[in-house]
């Protein structure tokens, strides 16, 4: 062991960690090479982000490039070519039409601007999120998340008028009519939250019911956009044109960048300074995001992570039938949640599938399903390889 020790001594206890003392040196496309010499194929691209692979060469050249040219200057001080070239190429990807961006670092940030949208142009105070949601951990955000409501557990009060709701039409109506309510939010597959799918008729009742009563709707799309389910955005899959949309995890494939996206004519109500930061949309972020746009398109992962999806999803539902621990296999795309009920099973596949140098990591309120989200230059012959130490670890309980 080489960090952790170390880490111990000099780091809050307060992050919880998939695998206690897993520690890697570097990163290779699908693999992550560990402390102890072993060579893993990676299923977590980093919590979906490193969607082109770890250190792509080509992301790789224009982070580095960028890094001899310009690092920051902040937007606030002058303007820069990557910022204003990534927006551009975002603007053709997005499922919003006329779109306008803010840029941020994380996801977490990136929800925070759509309620600061939401709430500054509808001159309203309410938002409402819906029960099982992750929306991230800073104040806001984590208002907004109850995928584990130990999250919210010691924080309280929490930022005020942020009701939760039920993924329920009807409970959603009756609250937007008692309040004053600017926004809904909610995701499409629950990330953090089982990777649960929302149902697509309950998506196109709720934005006929933000139609029906002026409510903004924000889709956050942190974990499942930017090609992760074989589509830019899960909202494509949906036919659904959503108000505010929010990005980040796959943007920069592994740089901090995070962004939301809304009409012209909605931005067009967010007044100059009242909101900002310091480091939104980075330079060499920005230039590794464009990268990572390209390479998407260069390499076809969208239609990597449909037939790879498609073909992991087969066999994964296969290994349903032999092995009844699964309960589902639900998802889109290279995003698939594999449902397994339990915490104390969940634990032992992923230890094994560690131990014989496959990285899973859990999702779910209590961690009770697996998720596969490798990076979306994953081919089949190491698709193979994840599904062979995942059924040997199914033998193994
Ligand atoms: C759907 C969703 N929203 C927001 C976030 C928060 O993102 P970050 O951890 O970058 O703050 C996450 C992170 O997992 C997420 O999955």
Known sequence: MKFNKRAKKVFSPVLGKYFGDFEIDKAKGCYLYSTDGKKHLDMSAGIAVCGTGHCHPQVVAAATKQLNKLIHVCIGVACYEPYVKLAEMLQKVVPIKNAQFFFCQSGSEATEAAIKLAKYSTKKPGIIALEGGFHGRTYGALSMTSSKMKYREGYEPLVPEIYLAKPDLAEIETLIKSKQIAAVITELILGEGGYAVRPKEFITGLRKLCDKYNVLLI??????????????????????????????????????????????????????????????????????????????????????????????????????????????????????????????????????????????????GGGTALRFIPPLTIKKKEIDQALKVFEQALKSL
């Not at 830019?232 to 995070?258: N, R, T």
């Not at 992962?301 to 539902?317: C, E, H, R, S």
């Not at 014989?356 to 779910?364: C, E």
């Open 219 to 364: 889709v956050d799309e942190v974990q499942s956009g930017i090609a992760r389910t074989g589509k830019w955005f899960l909202s494509e899959h949906y036919g659904l044109q959503p108000d505010i949309v929010c990005m980040a995890k796959g943007l920069a494939s592994g740089f901090p960048l995070g962004g939301i996206a809304a009409s012209a004519k909605l931005m067009a109500k967010w007044s100059p300074g009242s909101h900002g930061g310091t480091f939104g949309g980075n330079p060499v972020c920005c230039a590794a995001a464009i990268a990572t746009l390209e390479v998407i398109k260069k390499e076809k992962l969208l239609q990597n992570a449909t037939k790879t999806g498609a073909y992991l999803t087969t066999q994964l539902k296969k290994m349903q039938k032999k092995y009844p621990l699964i309960k589902d296999v639900r998802g889109f795309g290279l995003m698939i949640g594999v449902d397994i009920g339990d915490w104390d099973t969940v634990s032992k596949i992923m230890t094994y599938c560690l131990k014989n140098k496959v990285v899973i990591i859990p999702t779910g």
